[in-house]
Each structure stands twice: as C-alpha cells, then as structure tokens.
C-alpha cells in the first residue's frame, strides 16, 4: 500500500466515526512528532499494538480485501499484567470491501454492527487438526440465540446486532453490497495478530507501504520507526 492510501483511509475514517458520534482516544490524532514527544510513556501501547491499523492483507486491492482498524484496548498472553484480560476494536469499512477468509485458535470474539450499513457474514467450520475448510452446518450464536446455517450461507447483521464467533468457524465479513459503509466493533479475548490468525486464503496480515507521502498517523505495527 501507498502512504498516500493509508493516510487517506485514515481520514475517511475519521469523518464517518464522528459522523456516527463515535470518538477514539487523544493518541489516535497524534502526529509523528507528538509520538516522539511521548516515547517515554507509551510502552504499553507498543506492546500490545493499540492504535491505527490499515491493512489491504497483503492483496493489493484495498478497496476489495481491506479495512481500517482501530485497537482501543487489548492484553497479551505473554505478559498477563499488560492491559486487559479482553480486547475492543473497530474496524471501518467501505461498501465493497471484506476481510479475507480466516478463523482463530484461542479468540472468540463478538462482531458488532455498530452503526451504517449491513454487516454480511459467511462461516465455515475448521477441522481442528488440519485447518481444512469442512462443509457442515454451522452452529452460532447471535446476541445469545443460537442458530444453524449451512457451510457458506449468507448471514445479515443489521445496526445494534451481533455476532459470536468461537475458534475454528472460519469466517469471511463486511458490509453487505449496496447497503453502504460500514462501522464494525469487535468485543474479544486477548487479540494477538501475530500468532492467532489463521488464513484460508494468499494474505499478508501487514501490508509493505510504499512511502509516497509524509506519515499521518503510525499504525500499529510501525511505533519503533518513530
């Protein structure tokens, strides 16, 4: 991804969350310099990779595969007294866009249609010692009612509503085509990008950016090029 892509991702985001009164801690608009200014405190932030993450999977295509994500609290399982013991995070996506199919070992995690547009989501099972798609019914919850779909059935969110997803039900989610923009929140375990991600399809969980333009805002993974 280009500089140019990240920044401009990052300032639609912006716009569309205060338009839908959601607002982000004071670091989410610090600029490189005031991250310099704070390098002293933020090594809880680093560690646990909160802040801005924009990411296109590695797929070259951001407005297909892609999205914006905010990580406003997390924990590790490497250091118990870091942080939380649960993760929160927004992801802000576009009409079109979708995350690339993947499922979890250890993270269950909620997935909230928090406001806009139709949140589509497709499940699959995981066989659990092979990581191979399977295609039996699927078994969820959603805000506590438990339902059955086939392998690959079109499941619709709409604003207010949720989904629960448990380790090993690959998913694939984003907003509905059509239905417009879509703000995404993500209640969970423990989120370790790193070691957690299981990906059914060619990705790159960070993209290499091309830098074109100056710095907006560091992502998640970039603090110590500050």
């Known amino acids: 991804?280009?500089?140019?892509?990240?920044?401009?991702?990052?300032?639609?985001?912006?716009e569309f969350m205060k338009a839908n009164c959601i607002s982000l801690p004071e670091y989410s608009n610090w600029s490189p310099d005031e991250w310099r200014a704070h390098k002293d405190e933020i090594d809880v932030?680093?560690?646990?990779?909160l802040g801005w993450d924009i990411t296109d999977y590695g797929c070259g295509d951001f407005n297909t595969i892609g999205t914006v994500l905010y990580t406003v609290r997390n924990g590790s399982y490497a250091d118990p007294d870091a942080g939380v013991p649960y993760c929160?995070?927004?992801?802000?996506?576009?009409d079109g866009q979708r995350l690339p199919k993947h499922y979890h070992v250890n993270k269950t995690e909620?997935?909230?249609?928090?406001?806009?547009?139709?949140?589509?989501?497709?499940?699959w099972n995981?066989?659990?010692?092979?990581?191979?798609?399977?295609?039996?019914?699927?078994?969820?919850?959603?805000d506590g009612i438990k339902r059955?779909?086939?392998?690959?059935?079109?499941?619709?969110?709409?604003?207010?509503?949720?989904?629960?997803?448990?380790?090993?039900?690959?998913?694939?989610?984003?907003?509905?085509?059509?239905?417009?923009?879509l703000i995404c929140g993500e209640v969970s375990k423990v989120?370790?990008?790193?070691?957690?991600?299981?990906?059914?399809?060619?990705?790159?969980?960070?993209?290499?950016?091309?830098?074109?333009?100056?710095?907006?805002?560091?992502?998640?993974n970039e603090y110590d090029k500050l």
């Open 1 to 14: 991804m280009k500089r140019s892509e990240v920044n401009g991702a990052i300032r639609w985001a912006k």
């Open 148 to 181: 059955t779909y086939k392998a690959g059935e079109e499941i619709l969110v709409a604003p207010g509503n949720s989904i629960t997803l448990t380790p090993y039900l690959a998913h694939i989610f984003g907003p509905k085509p059509g239905t417009g923009d």
């Open 88 to 94: 929160e995070k927004y992801l802000i996506m576009k």
């Open 191 to 220: 989120n370790d990008d790193l070691t957690d991600n299981y990906f059914m399809e060619k990705t790159a969980r960070f993209p290499t950016i091309e830098e074109d333009e100056p710095m907006l805002h560091p992502m998640c």
């Open 126 to 142: 995981a066989d659990p010692k092979t990581g191979e798609q399977l295609e039996t019914d699927v078994e969820v919850y959603q």
């Open 110 to 123: 909620d997935i909230i249609n928090r406001a806009a547009g139709t949140l589509q989501v497709f499940l």
């Open 45 to 49: 932030i680093k560690k646990l990779m």
